[in-house]
């Protein structure tokens, strides 16, 4: 099994294993062949042709392969190439490998450089969709952190929230900058330090980003259940859950990857060591789907309940409009996604992860700050205040001047 940094970089590093193998054979026949004769009498060498691995034989006689097993190369894999050994050396493979594997159509060059184009586009439109998220969370936590009326638990756990999405768009630009940055460096065995923290640091930020998502959902469950009644002894709790979750899963994977697969960068989203990061995302998601069920189901009766006044129907409403719509709206795409293997939709998966998933941080700033009614009043009371300060400052000013 073919252990890749990157599905893409699996063919290469299948030729690049093959290779070396069989350098190593002829390297030790060398060094045990007795004083080279005339052809006829030391037969073929071993040999590498770049696709397969030829072991020697006398001359006269024939040595068969079959075509590599690798996926989206060859449509044959059981098929049988032959060369005879003559006196003058290994004949050309019969038939040759492109008749008797049958290639895939790999595209042309004009295909080639439309992928290329693509990728260019998209990496721009994420670029762009991350730089508006960070500059919108940090205005977000700006803003809660400046007002001291806004100094709550509720917004505690908004700031933390926002923090997990600066993070995770700060993880995204670190990522290409030491993955991508210099062309020269061949990424398919690239397995530094520097990657493979750049990586940890980016699952860690996913990671964190799902969890904080969980405690919005625990939070809102918490309210509706304690009828408003905020007890500051759970955020110790909430902080507990969205960072150190996240970290205890990143270090165990970290650990795992350390012992059993430390190869590349790390980024190898088909080596089954990745469900150590899958798997709590995906309990995160399916908890909070199950939260989102509860919370719709109490939100109901609370509304239908004639002791609960008008004024406390409209608190439920605004608390839970922003938290209902973020939970499936983060969810169902993973979910979808992790049914199928990591090169089915790749188009659409690098989509919605990274062109739409780049805007998430500002759709949560817009709905948990900027649409925040109680963050609008609260701004426009220091914003009159400011102004009726203003006014009184150049009043007072107007009249030293006038009695001076």
């Keep these: 099994k ?63 392969v079959a075509c590599p097993d690798i996926l989206h190369v060859f449509k044959k894999s059981k098929a049988l190439i032959q060369r005879n050994c003559t006196e003058l050396g290994w004949s050309f493979p019969s038939p040759p490998y492109y008749d008797a594997c049958e290639l895939e159509a790999t595209g042309s060059n004009n295909n080639t450089e439309a992928k290329a184009s693509y990728f260019v586009t998209i990496k721009v439109l994420y670029t762009c969709g991350y730089s508006t998220s960070l500059a919108a969370l940090f205005l977000a936590v700006g803003i809660f952190s400046f007002f001291r009326k806004l100094h709550c638990t509720r917004n505690s756990i908004h700031i933390h929230f926002f923090t997990s999405f600066i993070l995770r768009g700060a993880a995204v630009f670190v990522k290409d900058a030491v993955l991508f940055s210099d062309e020269s460096v061949d990424h398919c065995t690239m397995s530094t330090v520097n990657c493979k923290a750049a990586i940890a640091f980016f699952q860690y930020s996913v990671l964190a980003n799902f969890y904080w998502l969980l405690v919005e959902g625990m939070y809102l469950q918490t309210l509706l259940l304690l009828t408003f009644t905020s007890d500051k002894r759970y955020i110790w709790w909430y902080i507990l859950t969205g960072w150190g979750v996240p970290m205890l899963t990143v270090c165990v994977w970290v650990v795992t990857r350390l012992q059993y697969d430390n190869h590349g960068c790390w980024d190898d989203y088909s080596s089954p060591y990745w469900w150590v990061i899958k798997a709590p995302i995906l309990l995160a998601i399916f908890v909070n789907f199950l939260i989102f069920l509860n919370v719709t189901r109490m939100l109901a009766q609370k509304i239908r309940s004639p002791d609960i006044s008008k004024n406390y129907k409209q608190q439920y409403m605004r608390l839970t409009k922003s938290t209902l719509l973020l939970i499936p709206l983060f969810g169902v795409h993973y979910v979808v996604f992790a049914l199928f293997p990591e090169h089915i939709g790749v188009d659409a998966r690098l989509y919605f992860e990274l062109v739409l998933g780049s805007y998430q941080g ?43």
Excluded at 13 to 33: H, K
Excluded at 364 to 373: D, Q
Excluded at 374 to 401: H, P, Y
Aim: hydrophobic share 40%; proline share 5%.
């Design 2 to 64: 073919v252990r890749a940094t990157h599905p893409d970089c699996s063919v290469v590093l299948y030729f690049q294993e093959q290779e070396a193998e069989c350098l190593e054979i002829i390297r030790s026949e060398r060094q045990t062949a007795a004083p080279l004769g005339p052809p006829q009498q030391q037969g073929c060498l071993t040999e590498w042709d770049g696709v397969s691995c030829w072991s020697a034989v006398p001359v006269g006689q024939s040595r068969a």
């Design 362 to 404: 500002f759709l949560v700033a817009l709905l948990y700050c900027f649409l925040n009614g109680e963050v609008q009043a609260e701004i426009k009371r220091n914003w009159g205040k400011w102004q009726s300060s203003m006014e009184s400052n150049a009043f007072n000013l107007a009249t030293q001047d006038f009695t001076a």
